[in-house]
């Protein structure tokens, strides 16, 4: 007796993510901090985030039965919460803060680091992470900018992001002294 099926091919069994330990983020970003120094890290977390953000979004995609631009921003940010959630990256909610600025705030974010405190928020790869993928929503460009971190020791990881110019400009102002608060008073 002869049984014959279709061959089973690698990429039929992929899953959506590799399942890595959260220690990674912080030995990542430790590492490369070492070797090239605090600016070059971050910009090189950033743009791996950016890269992996076409991953993200094809897993987000992979849900819904809509496109995420026909979703309205709660309805986007309650998938895209459930989608980091279901990955063991912790849970997400957005809220408008300003008009041209949102902020995102995460509970339990898994690139944060609360053994190896830093005086500066430091998940530069979900900043890359959510900027390739409200780009990709909004179909325009989108920038990130880390206000809060659970590294530097604060109660969670909070993420603004609107035009390039709004978070330039709000970036600006926090580098002059100012507060987050008093910064988007001032935009």
């Known amino acids: 007796m002869s049984v014959t099926s279709d061959p089973v091919h690698a990429s039929d069994l992929e899953p959506p993510g590799l399942m890595v330990p959260r220690s990674i983020f912080p030995s990542l970003r430790r590492t490369l901090q070492r070797e090239v120094g605090s600016d070059t890290s971050a910009r090189v977390l950033h743009h791996l ?21 026909e979703f309205s921003p709660d309805e986007y940010f309650r998938e895209l919460s459930a989608v980091f959630a279901t990955m063991g990256w912790g849970t997400l909610t957005s809220t408008r803060v300003h008009p041209g600025l949102s902020f995102i705030e995460t509970s339990g974010w898994a690139e944060a680091d609360t053994d190896s405190p830093a005086g500066e928020p430091s998940c530069h790869f979900s900043g890359g992470v959510f900027a390739s993928l409200l780009a990709r929503a909004a179909d325009a460009p989108i920038a990130v ?17 609107g035009s390039e110019e709004a978070i330039q400009g709000l970036y600006t102002l926090l580098v002059e002294g100012a507060s987050l608060e008093e910064a988007l008073e001032r935009l």
């Open 49 to 69: 985030g950016l890269d992996a953000g076409a991953e993200f979004e094809a897993h987000l995609s992979s849900r819904l039965e809509n496109p995420p631009e």
């Open 145 to 161: 900018l880390e206000v809060t971190c659970r590294t530097r020791g604060d109660d969670a990881c909070g993420f603004l992001f």
